[in-house]
């Protein structure tokens, strides 16, 4: 199966359709388990998850579980699951990196504090396993236990390389892997364990869901230096502000002079944005936008690979367009 396999538009949008109806179901297991006695934790809480998004992790948890027939009404737990996850993770990134913008909008922390999101980020965290355990899936265990576990690493792993312009494209690759593949991973992963698919079909499932957050992310990189500010709804040049070497500021420097390796080197070590728009043209003169997004395109390319090894119907051709729309977004 491949990209070129995908079914026609209109086709396409009855399943987003579909889709549609279930990610209501998920938004009313949200609503749900967010309730909390604690007047500020309701607040925060809420703020961040209804604070938009592509909601990526939980469709592609109810998306797996249709394109497997696993119908169960443990879909969506599970999509509710990762989004608590993704969206604690979010709390926290946003105090470690100093954000005061996240999809067009002020972050918890800007508005909150650092203390309040950090502790609400916690408390989504702690709400997700209440209610993965009561799944009663040792698997399901499992699978949220080590990428929660990993998606730390990540984290750590990612403040480690901050200001450090020798880091190599391994260990960015790695930490992408870590801090966001993962969870794209997990979530794909789940659909399978719903299934009780076997171990070579639910590694199928979790290698489309890594490629497609390694290509989410090489994308998002990209758009850092080539968006504008209200379409990213976050800071143009935010990874060059806190000092983040990604994927196109490394190749310009491997294709750049030694006056303009120079001053990216030196932004990247002092997270200085003054002279951004000299360093935006150097990475977009040497092509490194256009190299990180065609390393995307490979990604993807490696997801759709991946489904092979699932039944053909609506579901898993909606999963293939979701690896095209996965690199050719602009936001």
């Known amino acids: 199966m491949s990209v070129a396999s995908i079914l ?9 359709q579909l889709l549609a ?17 604690v007047a500020l934790i309701d607040q925060i809480a809420h703020y961040i998850v209804h604070a938009g998004g592509k909601r990526m992790r939980p469709k592609l948890v109810l998306l797996f579980a249709n394109a497997l027939s696993a119908t169960t009404p443990a879909r969506f737990e599970l999509a509710a699951v990762v989004e608590f996850i993704h969206t604690a993770t979010l709390l926290h990134d946003d105090v470690v990196d100093e954000s005061s913008l996240r999809r067009g909008k002020p972050t918890a922390n800007a508005l909150f504090g650092n203390a309040a999101s950090v ?7 702690s709400r997700a396993f ?5 799944v009663d899936r040792m698997r399901v ?15 750590v792993l990612q403040l480690m390389n901050m200001h450090d312009p020798d880091v190599t494209v391994e260990s960015y690759l790695k930490v992408i892997r870590f801090k966001t593949a993962k969870l794209f991973e997990a979530s794909a992963r789940l659909g399978a364990v719903l299934a009780d698919a076997d171990r070579a079909l639910e590694e199928a499932c979790a290698g489309y ?3 497609l957050g390694t290509a989410f992310q090489l994308i998002d990189d990209v758009l850092d230096y080539e968006g504008e500010t209200q379409q990213l709804g976050k800071n143009v040049g935010d990874d060059l502000r806190e000092g983040k070497p990604t994927l196109p500021l490394l190749i310009a420097m491997e294709r750049s002079t030694d006056s303009e390796r120079a001053l990216i080197r030196e932004a990247i070590e002092k997270g200085e944005v003054s002279r951004l728009q000299e360093i935006v043209d150097v990475v977009r003169r040497t092509g490194a936008l256009d190299a990180t997004r065609e390393a995307a ?15 053909r119907n609506q579901w898993t051709e909606s999963l293939l367009e979701f690896a095209v729309q996965s690199v050719e977004r602009h936001s």
């Open 8 to 16: 026609p538009r209109e086709t396409i949008a009855g399943v987003l």
């Open 21 to 37: 109806g279930e990610m209501q179901e998920v938004d009313k297991v949200i609503g749900r388990s967010l309730s909390s006695d």
């Open 119 to 125: 502790l609400v980020g916690d408390f989504l965290y």
């Open 130 to 134: 209440q209610m993965m355990v009561s």
């Open 141 to 155: 265990l499992e699978v949220l236990a080590e990428a929660t576990n990993v998606i730390a690493e990540g984290e």
């Open 209 to 211: 869901g890594r490629a």
């Open 297 to 311: 395109r490979a990604e993807a390319r490696h997801a759709s690979e991946c489904l092979s090894r699932l039944p």
